[in-house]
C-alpha cells in the first residue's frame, strides 16, 4: 500500500474530484493500491498498521495563512521522523521543504506589462501556469532515463525561497530556481511540478513518479 495525503484545506479536499484522479495515476505507476487521506487524518497509529512503504504528498490551492498545515504536529512529523520513501509535488514540496528549513514565499508581483495568467487565482502574482521547462543540474536516480531539460505541469504563485541545508538541489527553471530536492541522507523528494498531472503529450512526470516509486521499493533502513 502506498498513502496520498492531500495537504489542501478540509473544504477543498471535500469538494475536489481531482485527489482521486491522481489516486488512479499513482496505483498505475507504482503498481499498488494508493489510500488517500487528509492530512488531519495522518497518525502514527495509522502509519505502523497499514505499512506504506512510500507516501506522496499533494498540492493544493488554499493559501497557508488560511488553514493549519503547517502547524498541525502530527502531520509535520510525519515528514521529518518517519522513516519511508515520500515526495511531495507542488504545494507538498512546499511543505516538506519547511520542515527541514527552507523558506517558502510568493513568487513575486507582476510587473506592469506581463499577463496574469489565471486572473481569478491569486490575481496581481506572477504564477508558473502550464507546460515548462525544467532544468536537470544534478544527477539523481528519480531523473533516470530523462535528458538534461524535461517538460512537466506548473500550477504555482508560492515557491521555496531558500533550501534548507539539508536538502540538495536537483532541478531548476527559469523564473523557479527550486524545481525538485532530494534530503541528503533519506529518500524523501520535493518536485515544484505536477508530474502526478502528467499527460500522453507530456509523460516526463510520469516517468519521474516510476523512478521514485523504484527508489521507493528498493529502499532498505539503516540498521540501528
Known amino acids: 500500500m502506498i498513502w496520498y495525503i492531500v495537504t489542501d484545506s478540509e473544504e477543498?479536499?471535500?469538494?475536489?474530484?481531482?485527489?482521486?484522479?491522481?489516486?488512479?495515476?499513482l496505483e498505475r505507476l507504482s503498481g499498488d493500491c494508493c489510500l488517500i487521506l487528509h492530512y488531519k487524518q495522518v497518525n502514527k497509529e495509522l502509519f505502523l498498521e497499514h505499512h506504506p512503504w512510500s507516501i506522496c504528498h499533494s498540492g493544493g490551492s488554499a493559501m497557508y495563512d488560511t488553514y493549519d498545515v503547517l502547524q498541525t504536529e502530527e502531520y509535520c512529523s510525519c515528514i521529518s521522523d518517519w522513516d519511508v520513501p515520500q515526495i511531495g509535488f507542488c504545494g507538498g514540496h512546499q511543505i516538506i521543504s519547511t520542515q527541514f528549513g527552507s523558506k517558502i514565499g510568493p513568487m513575486r508581483k507582476l510587473k506592469d506589462d506581463e499577463p496574469d495568467l489565471n486572473q481569478w487565482y491569486c490575481p496581481g502574482q506572477f504564477k508558473e501556469w502550464g507546460i515548462y521547462p525544467v532544468h536537470i543540474i544534478k544527477h539523481d536516480p528519480i531523473f533516470d532515463g530523462l535528458g538534461e531539460m524535461i517538460k512537466v505541469q506548473e500550477y504555482h504563485t508560492w515557491e521555496v525561497k531558500e533550501l534548507g541545508s539539508q536538502l540538495i538541489l536537483l532541478a531548476s527553471s527559469e523564473n523557479c530556481i527550486v524545481q525538485a530536492f532530494v534530503h541528503l541522507k533519506k529518500p524523501i523528494y520535493g518536485t515544484q511540478f505536477h508530474p502526478e498531472q502528467s499527460s500522453d503529450n507530456y509523460p516526463d512526470g510520469f516517468k519521474v513518479l516510476e523512478n521514485f516509486f523504484k527508489i521507493a521499493r528498493n529502499y532498505k533502513k539503516p540498521l540501528n
Open 12 to 25: 477543498n479536499y471535500k469538494r475536489s474530484t481531482s485527489f482521486f484522479n491522481h489516486k488512479l495515476v
